[in-house]
């Protein structure tokens, strides 16, 4: 079974900027399409960056030119670069496939404060 672990999340102030990464096993990254999601309290999980096995990437409209979304494959690690945070950024971070087919992971929490 493939386990996702998401860390770098924490407390940030608007404007600042933090580093998310995302750890997996076995080998379906390597050969997978994989997402960022987050989700917000009372909101549901929304996807805001994909990346495929090239490095071609495509990021909601929330997020476009703030965020950059990275893998290295021979670590079947995957990052998400966060600059600029805003409030409307906080929510807990999530990664999986971009089918979020995988189980997913217990995130990691992205705190903005204004």
């Known amino acids: 079974q493939v386990q996702l672990v998401e860390s770098g999340g924490g407390l940030v102030q608007a404007g600042g900027s933090l580093r998310l990464s995302c750890a997996t096993s076995?080998?379906?990254?390597?050969?997978?399409?994989m997402g960022w999601y987050r989700q917000a309290p009372g909101k549901q999980r929304e996807l805001v960056a994909t990346?495929?096995?090239?490095?071609?990437?495509v990021y909601s409209d929330s997020v476009k030119g703030r965020f950059t979304i990275s893998r290295d494959n021979t670590k079947n690690t995957m990052y998400l670069q966060m600059n600029n945070l805003k409030p409307e950024d906080t929510a807990v971070y999530y990664c999986?496939?971009?089918?979020?087919?995988?189980?997913w992971g217990q995130g990691t929490q992205v705190t903005v404060s204004a």
């Open positions: 076995g080998s379906i990254f390597r050969y997978s399409t």
């Open positions: 999986n496939l971009r089918t979020g087919a995988l189980s």
């Open positions: 990346i495929t096995t090239g490095g071609y990437t």
